[in-house]
């Protein structure tokens, strides 16, 4: 693991509780991992991974403070939903607390909970990663989607977007526009 990243790994660990902590560092290491099967940076995967719930266990009000005050916008479905902010307030803070430049590193992390359509390799596999991690139990589909990752990513991406779709509407919860968007992109498994 490079300088920046063992930096990245202790400061996070501050801001995230135990839990949030080990599912960050299974996004971190199977996204480093994922970056190996398709032929991209390990390490730039690996940053992405580590920050990508960076702003996860801010209060929600607090969470809805720093918006203001740093201009982020919100729409309708982000103000009811306070925990689909941290995707948005976490790319906000990777650039101006951990100095990350990188605008695919920021993408990843910003899309991380809807995606977005046409999702640069990098959006896609951080995307996949949080769904599919070791920690991760609930998700329907899992064996499944874990081999569909390492074969084709798009199959992964399809597949999450359509069991994501599901657990909205059987729950009645807002479907975020940016999450239609990219179910609508990517189309039904
Ligand atoms: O932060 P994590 O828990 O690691 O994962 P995440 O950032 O993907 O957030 C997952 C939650 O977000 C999960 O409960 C499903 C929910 N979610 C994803 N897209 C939408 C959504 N919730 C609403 N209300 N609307 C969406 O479009
Ligand atoms: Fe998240
Ligand atoms: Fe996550």
Known sequence: M?????????????????????????????????????????????????????????????KYALCRQYGIKLNEVEKRAPYLIHSKLGAYLAEKDFGIKDKDILNAIRYHTTGRPDMSLTEKIVFVADYIEINRTEAPNLKRIREMAFKDIDDAVRKILTDTLEYLSKGSRPVDPTTKETYDFYGKY
């Open 2 to 62: 490079n300088e920046l990243n063992l930096g990245i790994k202790k400061k996070v660990k501050k801001m995230l509780d135990k839990e949030r902590y080990q599912h960050t560092l299974g996004v971190a290491y199977l996204a480093s991992s994922l970056a190996m099967c398709y032929g991209l940076d390990p390490e730039k995967l690996f940053t992405a991974g580590l920050l990508h719930d960076c702003a996860k266990n801010i209060p929600n009000e607090e």
